[in-house]
Every structure is written in C-alpha cells, then in structure tokens.
T-cell receptor, first 111, second 116 residues
Framework: QKEVEQNSGPLSVPEGAIASLNCTYS??????FFWYRQYSGKSPELIMS????GDKEDGRFTAQLNKASQYVSLLIRDSQPSDSATYLC???????????FGAGTRLTVKP | GVTQSPTHLIKTRGQQVTLRCSSQ?????VSWYQQALGQGPQFIFQ???????GRGNFPPRFSGLQFPNDSSELNVNALELDDSALYLC?????????????????FGAGSRLTVL
C-alpha cells in the first residue's frame, strides 16, 4: 500500500463546475496535510494546508480532513481553465523532516 | 524565492552531476526531492545548519551540502538511466523539531536531468 494515494485521473470537469480531488494516507500519525498545484513543466506551488479535522476554505478552494478515515480532499468551486494542472496531496508527521507526496491527480477544466 | 541551476542538463551513464539551489531569503532549512515523470516528488534528504538531518530511501551516491549562506548542492555520482528526473529544491523557515511537520515548503523551479 502506498503511503499517499490519489486517483491518477485524468479528471475532466466543465468550466464553472466543482472539481473534487481525493487523497488517502496510510500513516495514522500524519499531522499536517497539504495540497500543491503543479502546472506542466513547473514546480509545485502550495494551495492549501490543513492540520485539524473539518473544512478549511480559501477563496474557491476548500480542503477537508478526516483523520479517523485517513482521508483528505480538495474541492475547487467555479472551476476555471486556468485550474487545469496536476494536484499533489502531501502529508507530514508532527516532527518529521520529509513530506510524502501522492502521484498526483491531473485535472482538466474544459471551457 | 528559491532558485535552482542549471535548469536542464544532459549526462551520460556513469558520470557525476552537481545541482545547485539558493534558498528563499530567511529560510534556513533546505530539502531535495526527485520527481520522475508522472510521479509525485520523492524525498531525498534535508539539511539544517549545514548538516543532513533526514534522508529518504536513496543510495549513498546521492549526497549533498549546505553552505553558511543556506545555499545547497545535490551531488549524484555514477549516474544511472533511472536518475533521469526533475530535481526539486525546497526551503522552509523553521528548523526541524516539534511541530516541524507544519512547515510549509517553497519549491524552486527544478533542474531537469536526462541521463543517456
């Protein structure tokens, strides 16, 4: 079992729709969770971080965390073509030097 | 931000390569990641105060340095075809320790290495 698993996609949604990206993790002591966006040929850039169970909203983005189910998700409302990218889920333990990434979900938003 | 050099390079199997990274101003911790095509980044190692303080599942031919100005190098000896990847440097502000898992990483643009 991979430490961080994501649906590889590709996920395609029409412009204006809600895109839902999911991630599960295997290490129960994981404490910090991150979503990064990576455009083709570019480096990952942070979209959201979440540390507590529940929802965290930032503009069109909402991260959801359920530690009991070892599940974290990212919702993108009013999806735009510029949101087309690969979304990487990453997790870290409380006192840990490395961040574990999933393989990423490729999202395409069609005009 | 975080700057890396070179942006692209081509080497042949068995050669050695050095990749360089300048951390974001004020950041004192640097990490290196390897990202193969279609995969997520894989942790190689992390440096704080010029010492390695965490390492992923990479062989000893992957080594690094951190300098007093918090810049860093990644060295790879005896290159293999599977070393072809995007190498990402990431810096963060707080040192390793309690709560360090919450540290946010800022990534550089990466160095694309092709091994022929």
């Amino acid at each position: 079992q991979k430490e961080v698993e994501q649906n590889s996609g590709p996920l395609s949604v029409p412009e204006g729709a809600i895109a839902s990206l999911n991630c599960t993790y295997s290490d129960r002591v994981s404490q910090s969770f991150f979503w990064y966006r990576q455009y083709s040929g570019k480096s990952p850039e942070l979209i959201m971080s979440i540390y507590s169970n529940g929802d965290k909203e930032d503009g069109r983005f909402t991260a959801q965390l359920n530690k009991a189910s070892q599940y974290v998700s990212l919702l993108i409302r009013d999806s735009q073509p510029s949101d087309s990218a690969t979304y990487l889920c990453a997790v870290r333990r409380y006192n840990n030097n490395d961040m574990r990434f999933g393989a990423g979900t490729r999202l395409t938003v069609k005009p | 931000g975080v700057t890396q050099s070179p942006t692209h390079l081509i080497k042949t199997r068995g050669q050695q390569v050095t990749l360089r990274c300048s951390s974001q101003s004020g950041h004192n911790t640097v990490s290196w990641y390897q990202q193969a095509l279609g995969q997520g980044p894989q942790f190689i190692f992390q440096y704080y105060r010029e010492e390695e303080n965490g390492r992923g599942n990479f062989p000893p031919r992957f080594s690094g340095l951190q300098f007093p100005n918090d810049s860093s190098e990644l060295n790879v000896n005896a290159l293999e075809l599977d070393d072809s990847a995007l190498y990402l440097c990431a810096s963060s502000l707080a040192p390793p320790g309690p709560g360090s898992g919450a540290n946010v990483l800022t990534f550089g643009a990466g160095s694309r290495l092709t091994v022929l």
